[in-house]
């Protein structure tokens, strides 16, 4: 199942359908630190998995753009809404630049299937 993040703002990311992916890869993951940390009106943080180096997906709520960012341990990766979309897959999250292009993926699949997390 895909859905993507559609809104008629350029500068959002559909905040409701990342809180769904997210309640769902916590049911799904083969991971079982895999959880919601903190759910407000500003800021999702999705722990992906814990084993190792923490893992985490956060979606970031700001007055100007939304930002989506991965961490892992100092590692960080980010992407602001602007020209950027979000498609979310039964395990795969995947950032998409607005050509359709393929720019960056996490998942909560197997070891050689969740993507890289992060480059």
């Known amino acids: 199942m895909e859905a ?9 990311f559909d905040m409701n359908a990342f809180r769904s992916w997210c309640e769902r890869q916590a049911e799904l993951s083969r991971s079982t630190t895999a959880r919601v940390i903190v759910d407000d009106s500003e800021t999702i943080r999705f722990r992906i998995r814990e084993e190792g180096t923490p893992e985490d997906i956060v979606f970031i709520r700001s007055d100007s753009t939304d930002t989506i960012r991965f961490e892992k341990g100092d590692e960080t990766k980010q992407f602001h809404a602007h020209r950027r979309g979000v498609t979310f897959h039964d395990k795969t999250l995947i950032v998409r630049h607005e050509s359709g292009q393929e720019m960056y993926r996490a998942g909560t699949g197997t070891r050689n299937k969740r993507g890289p997390f992060p480059v």
Not at 4 to 12: E, I, L, V, W
């Open 4 to 12: 993507k993040t559609a809104t008629d703002d350029t500068r959002r």
